[in-house]
């Protein structure tokens, strides 16, 4: 059974409510049906009811178990609107602005769903850029106790791949922190660790990446990997972890036996963590698009609740596994 069975079987045996708040956009209704067809969560929709009717038509799909709420019809709009207002008056938030926000960008109404207790998690990005995504979570949901950086990984699972886990890989960041300072790129890497052992079962083994293995080159950009590395090795002391190292010798083991000798990560790396967003956003997508990887995310660690974005180039069979993943989050989360 592949780590996306496990996650399904998982999200099956305490099934969640997980918030789809892009009815624009057919995907999202495959991504439904299937979710619902498999028992992996219950589903909420948010929309205008004869739309949503339609397009269930249009697409073939059965979305009869489906909630869908209107916000314009629900009775839960006002104290929906007292919240956010509320919780961004510092901000300069008026009603009549949470009142527009709240009708015309259905995202935040989702958010404020997962924030109100009325959900469990919320998924979204398949037609809305990543920050326009992260942005409603980070200022409504915040960060989660005694995490300061919200980050963002992927899970993907490379076919026919004789490295990591069989093919089983974290990649982050590539969805949210565009230029990590050293601190922040050892707090990315703790969190991933955590996150594909909470998600996967497997033990992490950390590989901090760079242009350059153990010092063989010499670069600000180098110097900032190799301090991530002290600090996450002090503040993580049992998480298997190295660096600073190319990706060859993080996943090959002949490769990481000569760059990084007596590295125990080198060679057996299965959390790649990238020093900036450019490589960790090109390099997910490299993977997936040419060894033809599964890859589910950007799924954000350390919101106060499980907010997941997707790739615009998404698949609706990647949605449905990211609101499997969201599900078993939100059990996590308690
Ligand atoms: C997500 C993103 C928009 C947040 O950036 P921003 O410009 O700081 O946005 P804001 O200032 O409105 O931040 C929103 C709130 O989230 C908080 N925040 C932003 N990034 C955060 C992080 N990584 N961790 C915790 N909180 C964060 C801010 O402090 C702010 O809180 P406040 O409004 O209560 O003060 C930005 O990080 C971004 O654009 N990232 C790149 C996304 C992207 O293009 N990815 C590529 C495709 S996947
Ligand atoms: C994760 C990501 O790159 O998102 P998008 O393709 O939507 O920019």
New binding site residues.
Partial sequence: MGFMDEIKAKARADRKRIVLPETEDERTYRAAAKAIEEDIADIILIGKADVVAEKEKEYGVDLSKATVIDPEKSDKLQSYIDKLVELRKK?GMTPEQAKDTLLNQYIYYGVMMVKMGDADGLVSGACH???NT??PS??ILK?APGT?????FFLMNVPNCEYGDNGTFAFAD?????NPTAEELAAIAGSTAKSFKALTGHEPRVAMLSYSTMGSAKHDDVTKVQEATRIAKEEYPDIALDGEMQLDAAIVPSVGEFKAPGSKVAGHANVLIFPN?DAG?IGYKLVQRLAKAEAYG?MTQ?IAAPVN?L?RGCSWEDIVGVIAITAVQAQMQG
Avoid: E, I, Y
């Fill in positions: 901000k850029s990543t920050a992260l942005r980070l200022q960060t300061k950086l919200v980050s963002a590539c969805g949210l922190n565009q967003l956003n950007p350390g974005d790739s």
